[in-house]
């Protein structure tokens, strides 16, 4: 029988604010993981813009409060979409209140297992990667300059090497925040997993410095020592201006029967507690703000 096993581990590195975000369903709700799978989310607050911070925890509180509110009628896919699309929202209405409307942005990537298969979406250029006998393969696109760089290489207009070079290529086209999305990254059709997979969600802190044998390394310990050792490598760097670091590690694996029952699904995993918190003060945060008595 197989188990979802999660890690994670985070880090401000170098900078003077964490505006990375990440939180978990609760795993140990069978009720709700009969019909919702396990989810995971990871957000990195766009440090170019206004309120990075606020808007990466807004958009991970509203997603998992969106996709938990799914109903055992409606599919995953359809239950990830509406979320994403209430996440983004949220921090566009929260962009209005700061007076930063269009600038106040994250990027988001979220996946769930679901009855042995992954589903996920991603907006911006966080990423999310699956490890399997030992080779690392990432499954979405950056929604960044650099992809409209590359098509002018391929029909002839500009050379390799100006857009290897060009100074604004990592320049986000796409994130959480804009009126719309004109955009989405997400998987077509469910990925099927297999045993001793390792599904990472991470933000450019961590893939943006470990090169992929460094991170491969690090996915074959257990999920909970998997993440710490991608930002404990990462930081070991000692890169000037270090990002903010976020690793969120998904074990899938054979349950081992010697670990004993598991849990009633009344019992609350701890990162959902996390999760719970963070979204109800996300909520009073957004409503003191939204009423006016916040507002400058």
Known sequence: MMEVIPGNASHIGQRQQQQDAFAFSDFADAEFVAHGG?????????????????AANIAVAELVNRYL???????????????????NQAVLDAGHWYDSFREMGTTLVAAVIYQDHLYWRAVGDSHLYLCRDGRLSQLNADHNFARQLQEQVNEGLISQDQADNHPHRQALEYYLGLPYLPEVERNLNPLALRADDRVLLCSDGIDGVLSA??????????????????????????????????AVVLGYQVRDARAGQKSSGKAKNPWFIFS???????????AYWFSGFGHP
Not at 279 to 284: A, K, N, R
């Open 38 to 54: 396990y989810l995971a989310v990871v957000a990195d607050g766009i440090g170019g813009l206004q309120n990075g911070a606020q």
């Open 69 to 87: 509110a799914k109903s055992n009628v409606h599919s995953v896919d359809h239950a990830l979409d509406q979320a994403l699309d209430m996440a």
């Open 213 to 246: 044998d460094e991170i491969v390394a690090c996915l074959a310990e257990m999920p909970m020592r998997a993440a710490q050792c991608l930002c404990d490598t990462a930081l070991q760097k000692q890169q000037a201006g270090q990002d903010n670091l976020t």
């Open 276 to 286: 719970y918190l963070g979204f109800l003060l996300g909520s009073v945060y957004r």
